[in-house]
T-cell receptor, first 113, second 113 residues
Framework: ETAVFQTPNYHVTQVGNEVSFNCKQTLGHDTMYWYKQDSKKLLKIMFSYNNKQLIVNETVPRRFSPQSSDKAHLNLRIKSVEPEDSAVYLC????????????FGKGTRLTVV | GNSVTQMQGQVTLSEEEFLFINCTYSTTGYPTLFWYVQYPGEGPQLLLKVTTANNKGSSRGFEATYDKGTTSFHLQKASVQESDSAVYYCVLPDDTNAYKVIFGKGTHLHVLP
């Protein structure tokens, strides 16, 4: 049963456009994440929020910005997409620190043409 | 920092064959270790986790043993089914940040009917 909801499922856009992805979790978790998964299925963490505070901010291009309105929502905006941004973006949540289970959404597949 | 290594990028088996996926890790202390599985079209989900308290984890016929001596956490299943076709990730907490985990590169398992 999915408890981390992502929209949209797919998005195709042109280079230079702005896109936004939404994520909501209904698990009551304090921590949320954005991961990027490439075509070889490699997973890389991009951002993490705990109680609306940014706690993990990996080295990603500045055109990526997370937005957290409350503990249950974490959106991702990409200001001016590039071809290398084509990937699956996975939102996730967990109860707390890294020894607890992480729950993932189904992902948003971004294709930049 | 710590790290996790999965050498097998792809494994192809026939139904009822034995599965072995190699995972080794490097870390300080004795953190909880995880295996996640990602089925097509889904996000990763927890398959099993193991702590030093129990040393062994099992779920859905899969088993993994925490071997501190060889710093390994291999995944095994006695008899695979076509429905086990998925990507399997070995995961451990990142010792540089309490809210991060490190995913291995993933092993694509294809089970032929």
């Amino acid at each position: 049963e999915t408890a981390v909801f992502q929209t949209p499922n797919y998005h195709v856009t042109q280079v230079g456009n702005e896109v936004s992805f939404n994520c909501k979790q209904t698990l009551g978790h304090d921590t949320m994440y954005w991961y990027k998964q490439d075509s070889k299925k490699l997973l890389k963490i991009m951002f993490s929020y705990n109680n609306k505070q940014l706690i993990v901010n990996e080295t990603v291009p500045r055109r990526f910005s997370p937005q957290s309105s409350d503990k249950a929502h974490l959106n991702l905006r990409i200001k001016s997409v590039e071809p290398e941004d084509s990937a699956v973006y996975l939102c996730a949540s967990s109860r707390g620190q890294s020894n607890t289970e992480v729950f993932f959404g189904k992902g948003t597949r971004l294709t930049v043409v | 920092g710590n790290s996790v290594t999965q050498m097998q990028g792809q494994v192809t088996l026939s139904e009822e064959e034995f599965l072995f996926i190699n995972c080794t890790y490097s870390t300080t202390g004795y953190p909880t270790l995880f295996w996640y599985v990602q089925y097509p079209g889904e996000g990763p989900q927890l398959l099993l986790k193991v702590t030093t308290a129990n040393n062994k984890g099992s779920s859905r016929g899969f088993e993994a043993t925490y071997d501190k001596g060889t710093t390994s956490f291999h995944l095994q299943k006695a008899s695979v089914q076509e429905s086990d076709s998925a990507v399997y990730y070995c995961v451990l907490p990142d010792d540089t940040n309490a809210y991060k985990v490190i995913f291995g590169k993933g092993t694509h398992l294809h089970v032929l009917p």
